[in-house]
């Protein structure tokens, strides 16, 4: 075994954090939306170069993590991100302030307030996932604020854990709020993260999303060092997503 990949999915209600997981897990897309009341986990297993992971998804919402969620007969491949920054104890006041002017602005566009990271014991986690809405520029800045969150309670000396920024329904492209390029040079210049692109509902660069997020945690060293990570033959239909 090689452990546990704990992996927070973060976002604003609505942007389809669930319906990403699912489609990783499960295969499937819920049509109709159901608010996440409260944090859940998923545990799946992935064969990583023939090495066995333990995966943690954090499915975002306030309150304490539940049991874990059953995971399915069977679990869709996936994997990867890029880098985040930490940030010193000055910075912690500063995104507590961005925090409340965001959540203040948000109402408008039918945000709720944003979470107190530090209630949910996140500052352990391997990686990030911050889910916006393509469609909805209030979920852009929501995923804005709760990038410095996450920089400013990072502990000190901690090592740096990947964040990686996707803007779901791609289906919906021509509805989007800013072109693709533009948000993307921000993110990966500004923020020092990764970005990328994905439709939950058609379940378009989902396994990619998962690929390229565990990657990039196994070669920074956040967990354990690996090299090059491929797809691979089944391990146990039961619980594995296979890598």
């Known amino acids: 075994m090689g452990g546990t990949l704990r992996v927070a999915v973060l976002g604003a209600p609505g942007v389809g954090k669930t319906a990403i997981i699912r489609q990783f897990l499960y295969g499937d897309f819920p049509e109709r939306h159901r608010p996440t009341a409260a944090r859940r986990l998923y545990r799946p297993a992935v064969l990583l170069n023939g090495v066995v992971y333990d995966l943690s998804i954090s499915d975002g919402g306030p309150g304490p ?4 969620a059953a995971v399915p007969a069977t679990a869709p491949a996936a994997a990867a991100a890029s880098a985040a920054s930490s940030s010193s104890a ?17 109402g408008d566009g039918g945000l709720q ?7 949910w014991s996140l500052q352990d986690m391997d990686a990030f996932v911050l889910v916006y809405d393509i469609c909805n520029p209030d979920s852009f ?19 740096e854990a990947p964040i990686i920024v996707v803007g ?17 040079v921000l ?22 999303l998962f690929k390229e997020l565990l990657s990039s945690v196994l070669a920074r060293g956040c967990k354990h060092s690996h090299p090059a990570i491929r797809l691979q033959g089944a391990l146990h239909p039961n619980r594995c997503s296979l890598m």
């Open 65 to 68: 993590a539940p049991a874990p």
């Open 90 to 106: 000055s910075a912690s006041s500063a995104a507590a302030s961005a925090a409340t002017s965001a959540a203040s602005s948000a």
């Open 113 to 119: 307030e944003l979470p107190d990271l530090k209630d």
């Open 141 to 159: 800045d929501y995923v804005k604020v709760l990038r410095q969150q996450i920089a400013a309670n990072r502990p000190a000396g901690a090592p």
């Open 168 to 184: 779901n329904k791609r289906d919906q492209q021509r509805q989007r709020f800013s072109p693709r390029r533009a948000l993307a």
């Open 187 to 208: 993110v990966k210049k500004s923020w020092k993260c990764g970005y990328m692109e994905c439709s939950a509902k058609y379940n378009w660069h989902v396994v990619l």
